[in-house]
């Protein structure tokens, strides 16, 4: 019903920008809430950050002060700005969003060099 597709992953040198982009196709209407999580090897699945429609927006403690999220409803994308960026940022982030169940993107690549 809602397909995820994500990009702008890469590699960065610490203290580096990258901005991850999502768009969704497919029931994209009825979406409420969209975000971000990410994986780092050997570790559980974190949310980074979330938004939805009407504007209000959480961070995890981990990135807050140096990500933001953003959404373009007319472009049916959802953005992650990242800013400042550490090593422990490295993971894989998937994109997901909220209808009536959660569904996923295939998930982007970030690395982030010492």
């Known amino acids: 019903q809602v397909q995820l597709v994500e990009s702008g992953g890469g590699l960065v040198q610490a203290g580096g920008s990258l901005r991850l982009s999502c768009v969704a196709s497919?029931?994209?209407?009825?979406?409420?809430?969209m975000g971000w999580y990410r994986q780092a090897p050997g570790k559980q699945r974190e949310l980074v950050a979330t938004i939805v429609s009407g504007g209000s927006m959480y961070y995890a403690d981990s990135v807050k002060g140096r990500v933001s999220i953003s959404r373009d409803n007319a472009k049916n994308t959802v953005y992650l700005q990242m800013n400042s960026l550490k090593p422990e940022d490295t993971a894989v982030y998937y994109c997901?969003?909220?209808?009536?169940?959660?569904?996923w993107g295939q998930g982007t690549q970030v690395t982030v060099s010492s």
């Open positions: 997901y969003a909220y209808t009536f169940r959660a569904y």
């Open positions: 497919g029931s994209t209407v009825t979406i409420n809430t």
